[in-house]
């Protein structure tokens, strides 16, 4: 089992950054994928951006594509999301979670973040 502490969010106007931080820790492997999800209030929880825990492939929603960077540092066990260029559409509670696989899907990752509330003003 892995555990995921998330933290970084806040309040930031349109057009801001936030950095989301990743706190892994328990049973990591070298398939082991941390993907970064986003639900909105009465909305579906939906697929941001995954990266590979050891090769540090990475991947998009079309949303985040050119304004998100998944990265991380193993030597820290931390994975981060850089988002730039926020608007008021990304405003959602941020999760991150563990997968076995290089993923999108949501119902293949197992363990889940408490996740960390963004909101964009506008």
């Known amino acids: 089992q892995v555990q995921l502490v998330e933290s970084g969010g806040g309040l930031v106007q349109a057009g801001g950054s936030l950095r989301l931080s990743c706190a892994v820790s328990?049973?990591?492997?070298?398939?082991?994928?941390i993907g970064w999800f986003r639900q909105a209030s009465g909305e579906e929880r939906d697929f941001v951006a995954a990266i590979v825990w050891s090769g540090g492939s990475t991947m998009y929603a079309d949303s985040a594509k050119g304004r998100f960077t998944a990265s991380r540092d193993n030597a820290k066990n931390t994975v981060f999301l850089q988002m730039n260029s926020l608007k008021p559409e990304d405003t959602a509670v941020y999760y991150c979670a563990a997968s076995h696989s290089f993923s999108s899907w949501r119902l293949g990752y197992d363990d889940w973040g408490q996740g960390t509330q963004v909101t964009v003003s506008s």
């Open positions: 328990g049973r990591t492997f070298s398939s082991l994928t």
